[in-house]
């Protein structure tokens, strides 16, 4: 099969369109004829050399995939052979064929292309798990998403809206603030030109926020604790702007707040396994409500790899950058 490796830690250029065999399925998984792939930051940083790949994973960058279950044991599990899946995977996206774990397989939305379901697993899992699971976003609490243009900010501004709640964006251009309004932000606040903490503050009364979803990190937590509402809880989930950080502990012993983050790729299969049933459960039927879409930013054939991820690295994209496989 063709597929994109990484022949080295580097730039974009070090990945390289290569002939590697199908995969060999384990216990549990299904071989997926893949028809799209979608790129995420993860697979920038794995290709830098700065994200080591879980073992027993492909070193085949591709962290999400859409296509046709081919082969692999499907008993009882409601799937069949020739039907369109899109997956969360460990490995091997960036490939005609790659293996998934039957459990973290979920079903082509309704009205959806597989380009576009390719767009899904890595945001929607990273979303629901954090902003609904860890932070535990209720019924009547906001949230601040920093890095709205980004595929987990359209991802987590669109659910967070569906679901009834008032949600903020941060972004690094005027466009960008227009585009995550669009998409269901009450307010895009440019942090080059704004105080997001004055705006927030502003915005709802001087409460703050209750639940932020941060990639960011670094200097920014201090002004998050800032502006989060008393019992608020600040999780993140990259590190772009470092990993240190100097924050006021007497606002999160006395305002009750929470502080916490995660990262999904080493977790094991049977935790992806239950997001995938919360979201078919909760997220999937929104689709074909029309009351949230995939954000596709652009696509690149497979042969083209590299320029996608100068693209990602470029942060000019909103919402999601997809590799096509298969034509059609």
Known sequence: MRAIEITQPGKPEVLQLCERPTPVLKAGEVLI??????????????RMGKYPVPPGASDLPGLEVAGEIVDGDLADSGFKKGDLVCALVQGGGY?????????????????????????LP??????????????????GESLLVQGGSSGIGVTAIQLAKALGHRVFATAGTDDKCR????LGAERGINYRDEDFVAVIKELTGGKGVDVI???VAGEYVAREIDCLADD????VIALLGGARANIDMGQVLRRRLHVTGSTLRPRPESFKAA????????????FAQGKIKPVVHQVFPL????????LMESSTHVGKIVLQVQEG
């Open 213 to 215: 979803l941060d990639m």
């Open 33 to 46: 004829k893949v028809h799209a792939a979608g790129i995420n930051r993860p697979d920038v940083l794995q």
């Open 179 to 182: 585009a995550v309004e669009a």
């Open 232 to 235: 608020g809880r600040l999780v």
């Open 275 to 286: 997001i995938a049933n919360q979201l078919r459960e909760h997220a999937w039927p929104l």
């Open 95 to 119: 490939a005609e064929y790659c293996a998934a774990p039957l459990g973290q397989c979920l079903p082509v939305p309704e009205g959806l292309s597989a380009l576009e379901a390719a767009t």
């Open 303 to 310: 042969a083209q790899a590299a320029e996608a991820h100068a």
């Open 122 to 139: 890595e945001t929607y899992f990273t979303v629901w798990s954090n902003v609904f699971d860890r932070a535990r976003l209720s019924e």
